[in-house]
């Protein structure tokens, strides 16, 4: 999954506002074994610290109700079971989303539907502070879009990146368009003290995991997936500075990658 070719090139970083672009090199980086068993272990650890939150809340519900006595207020007993299918549905969600972002089966080859991917992000967020807009023109029943197996899982890693982006909540808002030969990805991040930490941004940029955390491996695999698809990314505002109340992130990936998924897998 995280193998490539030695034909794909590294993506390009950069600020459109910013004097000083943020750039990657496009001759450094090479996932060897060492590097893709690194990568495996972080996102395992990253997965079930995402993952513990809600199982914790379904196991202390069902003790709670193991507890209860038959003169127990039937208010709390609806209390408990209203904390346990909401735990259960934000678990449920996090690992449809996981599945498709990691897995390498997760989608079909033929890629998702927009409505499919749309419902993922959405499950994802379910419980969290953070408001979910999809703004895609083309989302219609009878439109049929698709987007790849690769194109969603970076859109999906971008919105991972856009939650870590706010951490008193705020608005996500996703735009797809497929225009000629290249498929545009618009993420826009509004709300409060907006700011990508630093140790995020150089995992985007690093070229080699030494430095990766589980905090910051899914921004590493995005950029793998970035290098995999020949795809240009670009930030705009909370990037330097310190925190602001807008962040735009904007992903060109022409539509050749889809010959290079199939080079590069």
């Not at 000083?20 to 990253?46: E, N």
């Amino acid at each position: 999954m995280l193998t490539q070719s030695s034909d794909c090139q590294q993506p390009t970083f950069k600020l459109p506002s910013s004097p000083r672009p943020l750039r990657v090199d496009a001759t450094q980086r090479a996932v060897d074994d060492a590097i893709a068993l690194k990568i495996g272990q972080l996102l395992c650890s990253r997965l079930c610290h995402d993952l513990i939150g809600p199982t914790a809340a379904i196991n202390a519900g069902g003790e709670l109700m193991g507890d209860d006595d038959d003169d127990d207020d039937d208010e709390d007993n609806d209390d408990v079971r209203d904390l346990i299918v909401d735990s259960a549905r934000q678990l449920a969600g996090r690992l449809t989303f996981f599945r498709i972002a990691f897995g390498q089966g997760g989608a079909r080859s033929g890629g998702l539907p927009f409505a499919e991917v749309r419902e993922l992000a959405a499950g994802y967020l379910h419980g969290s502070r953070v408001q979910f807009e999809w703004e895609d023109e083309e989302d219609k029943p009878s439109s049929g879009a698709m987007l790849s197996g690769d194109n969603t899982r970076l859109l999906l890693c971008l919105i991972m990146l856009a939650t870590d982006a706010l951490p008193r909540g705020g608005r996500v808002s996703v735009r797809i368009h497929q225009r000629g030969k290249e498929t545009l990805l618009s993420i826009m991040v509004a709300g409060r003290s907006i700011h990508l930490a630093n140790d995020v941004i150089e995992a985007l940029q690093a070229t080699e995991a030494t430095a990766v955390t589980p905090r910051t491996v899914h921004a590493f695999y995005l950029s793998c997936l970035a290098t995999r698809l020949h795809a240009s990314i670009a930030f705009d505002g909370a990037i330097e500075g310190g925190p602001a109340d807008r962040l735009e992130m904007q992903v060109r990936v022409p539509q050749s990658s889809v010959a290079a998924e199939r080079l590069c897998a």
